[in-house]
């Protein structure tokens, strides 16, 4: 078996690098949560009065506006937990596997900011032992600087025993730029009715600098509460177009380290003296070969379409390109400097439907479907050597493509 020092050496490191990612993710999600924009909302919300002639003309058009507002930070900016199970189906050259896919998210959406961490699992039951040949992990971080350009940074780590990967690290960031059209007619009138009602805000203050009741210190945080509704609006009414418009086409631009320990799992047959006699034993081999690093830059073009606000489907397809050359004397009839481009290829294909008022235990519950394609031009592969060495039963070389379906279900707290 061939084992990479530098790779055994230096395994601590991704190890550090998710350990610090999930204390990044807790550190940012609380730090969001800290924000004490939604209990000023909340305060004046307790402030409005509730009768009286002499507010009659602005209370309810006033009190209608701070409900909004409330209601979207909280439809917003809320942290989710989502939950998901269900079938997958597996295809790579001849192969063919169905088993269950498992996974969780979690994040918080506080535009200009937002937090993702993501990960996934399958599992199969064979020889009465859980097997699992596919997992991934993603922690993601994203700013907007204007309204069509964020910036992100991200760390996303995976596996793939069809594609011959055992592990594989992406570290990198980007820059992606994004439209947002066709921004349903209720959202719409909603931002109008609330900018044609600002004036009552000027009713309200002259209203609480009335009243007795209120020391001067109150009467200050009261205007200051507003004066920060007001300051954050702006945010808020993209934040609204970026979540619910029913059209968003972006292109993003990104560069990361890539570091990969593939490994090669195949029968081979050796001869062995039993008793005497030569026989021929089959086994399966595990090849670990010595793992690498490299820079790739990636254009990835999305879709977002939404029909209705129950149905959406999404779309990602990531071109990744090689950045350099890395000497791959380790892959069979691809020994010595690069001879081809090393591009992979990645598509994402998600459809999802929600399910409302299915329960009242949990903010929604909804099914989906996803076809995921990754394609490698240069997958791993023995060496020469090795191959000679070894009478082999099946391919040296990984496979290139391989194809998922998966159908679930999954519930969102």
Same mark, same amino acid.
């Given at each position: ?10 395994y601590?490191?991704?190890k ?11 550190f ?47 439809? %917003? ?22 088993? %269950? ?11 200009p ?24 992990? %993603? ?19 995976f596996?793939?025993s ?5 592990e594989?690290?992406?570290i ?29 805000? =000027? ?8 009243? =007795? ?8 945080y ?39 320990q ?33 820079l790739?830059?990636?254009?990835r ?7 209705t ?7 990602h ?6 950045l ?16 081809? %481009? =090393? ?9 999802e ?5 299915v ?25 020469? =050597? ?13 496979e ?14």
């Amino acid at each position: 078996m061939i084992i990479s020092k530098r790779w055994k050496n230096s395994y601590i490191y991704p190890k550090k690098i998710i350990c610090s990612s999930i204390l990044l993710f807790i550190f940012i999600s609380v730090g969001l949560s800290a924000d004490d924009f939604q209990s000023k909302v909340e305060y004046i919300r307790t402030v409005v009065p509730k009768s009286g002639e002499q507010t009659k003309c602005w209370r309810e058009k006033f009190t209608s506006s701070i409900n909004f507002i409330a209601k979207t930070l909280r439809d %917003l900016q809320q942290f989710n937990v989502r939950i998901s199970a269900g079938y997958r189906g597996d295809r790579a050259g001849s192969k063919g596997l169905h088993k %269950l896919n498992l996974g969780v998210s979690m994040g918080r959406f506080k535009y200009p900011n937002e937090f993702i961490f993501k990960a996934n699992i399958d599992l199969q039951l064979k020889n009465s032992e859980l097997q699992d040949n596919v997992t991934s992990m %993603l922690i993601n971080y994203e700013k907007y600087l204007f309204p069509i350009l964020k910036v992100y940074g991200f760390v996303e780590r995976f596996s793939n025993s069809y594609m011959g990967i055992q592990e594989r690290w992406e570290i990198g960031g980007g820059a992606k730029i994004e439209g947002n059209f066709f921004l349903p007619k209720d959202k719409r009138k909603k931002i109008e009715e609330y900018e044609s009602n600002l004036y009552t805000q =000027d009713e309200f203050l002259k209203w609480v600098n009335k009243k =007795d009741f209120y020391d001067k210190e109150e009467k200050k945080y009261i205007k200051d509460s507003l004066y920060r509704i007001n300051s954050n609006w702006a945010n808020l009414k993209t934040a609204i177009k970026k979540r619910y418009s029913r059209l968003n086409l972006g292109l993003a631009f990104s560069i990361f380290s890539e570091l990969e320990q593939a490994q090669i799992v195949t029968p081979v047959k050796e001869n062995e003296v039993v008793d005497g006699i030569i026989e021929e034993i089959e086994s399966t081999q595990k090849f670990q070969l010595p793992a690498k690093q490299r820079l790739r830059f990636v254009v990835r073009p999305s879709i977002i379409f939404r029909p209705t606000s129950e149905l959406s489907f999404y779309g990602h397809y990531y071109f990744k390109y090689p950045l350099g050359t890395v000497q791959d004397d380790y892959k069979y009839g691809y020994e010595g400097e690069e001879t081809e %481009l =090393d591009l992979r290829k990645e598509l994402l294909l998600i459809a999802e439907l929600k399910l409302s008022n299915v329960v009242n235990w949990a903010k929604n519950v909804s099914l989906s479907f996803e076809y995921h394609r990754h394609y490698d031009r240069r997958p791993p592969g023995l060496s020469t =050597d090795l191959v000679n060495q070894f009478l082999l039963v099946s391919n040296p070389i990984a496979e290139d493509i391989h194809e998922m379906l998966i159908m679930g279900i999954s519930v969102t707290f």
